[in-house]
């Protein structure tokens, strides 16, 4: 796969940084604060928040459990100047450990859903935020993320790509290996922020028309490809993907498909 299964060509559509540049507009950071992007990936948010926040001593920290997606954003951001980038390879469970200033602002961009103890990721976002830092997330994985009318369109890429696995190649998902991931609601995101010490300043849903390269560009990313079709080598996975979204597109007469997407300011009480 000519992106090493990661999620850069999905990252470089317009939706995709209309929501991120919207969470970044939300929070207001100014120049020269310091600012961890966590699950930074390929760093398609840590170039919106090093926008911000340069001059002399502004700082992004970009933390991200994975080495390959480190790589990728330090080759795509390396000529940004006027601003210190710091990567850091870690996952947000040992955020305290890893970045020990207080700094102004977190960013958890499409990825606090993949986390299972996430009241535990939390005190450690505070630990590391100064008092009424802002901690700011998105997602587009909680309940309400996919709107009624784009529930056929999902059910149908499924299934396409099921059969396509099944037909040309024999396999199917083992689904023994599937990760049980508990989708939390709007309302379920605002209490766990509530109850463990973060007020929240702002929230908003965001919609956006995702066309059919997107969903093709999805299906080359690795977290996506294990999620869905869990236990199916990464390279079918995608090639099965790809096919089931075009033939849902076709079948279902689309042009592009809506999703939610979920964006949260909070500060540090
Ligand atoms: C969908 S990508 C999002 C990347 C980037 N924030 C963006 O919005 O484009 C999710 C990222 O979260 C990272 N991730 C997964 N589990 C994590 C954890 N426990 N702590 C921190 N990052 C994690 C993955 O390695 C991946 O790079």
Not at 108 to 113: D, T
Not at 167 to 173: A, F, L, M, R, V
């Amino acid at each position: 796969m000519p992106n090493g299964f990661s999620l850069e060509k999905f990252a470089s559509h317009p939706f995709y940084e209309e929501v991120n540049r919207r969470l970044v507009t939300l929070t207001h950071l100014r120049p020269g604060e310091q600012v961890v992007d966590l699950g930074s990936g390929t760093g398609a948010v840590t170039r919106l928040l090093a926008e911000q926040v340069r001059n002399e001593s502004g700082q992004v920290i970009a933390v991200d459990p994975s080495d390959s997606a480190i790589e990728v954003a330090r080759r795509n951001l390396e000529n940004l100047g006027d601003v210190v980038i710091r990567f850091v390879q870690g996952s947000a469970e040992r955020l305290s450990q890893l970045v020990k200033l207080p700094v102004d602002a977190v960013f958890f961009c499409n990825a606090f859903h993949l986390v299972h103890e996430k009241e535990q990721v939390l005190r450690e976002i505070r630990e590391t935020l100064r008092k009424e830092g802002t901690f700011s997330f998105n997602t587009s994985f909680y309940q309400g993320a996919e709107p009624p009318e784009s529930q056929r369109f999902y059910k149908r890429w499924m299934l396409r790509a099921m059969r396509f696995l099944r037909d040309e190649h024999g396999i199917s998902p083992d689904r023994t290996k599937v990760e049980a991931r508990i989708r939390l609601t709007e309302e379920e995101y605002v209490t766990l922020l509530s109850q463990n010490g973060f007020q929240i300043r702002d929230r908003e849903v965001v919609t956006v028309q995702m066309p059919l390269k997107s969903f093709e560009d999805i299906s080359e990313y690795s977290l996506w490809i294990e999620g869905v079709l869990p236990g199916v080598p990464l390279e079918l996975g995608a090639e099965a993907l790809k096919h089931g979204a075009r033939e849902a597109f076709e079948e279902l007469g689309l042009e592009s498909s809506p999703r939610n997407w979920l964006l949260v300011v909070a500060n540090r009480v």
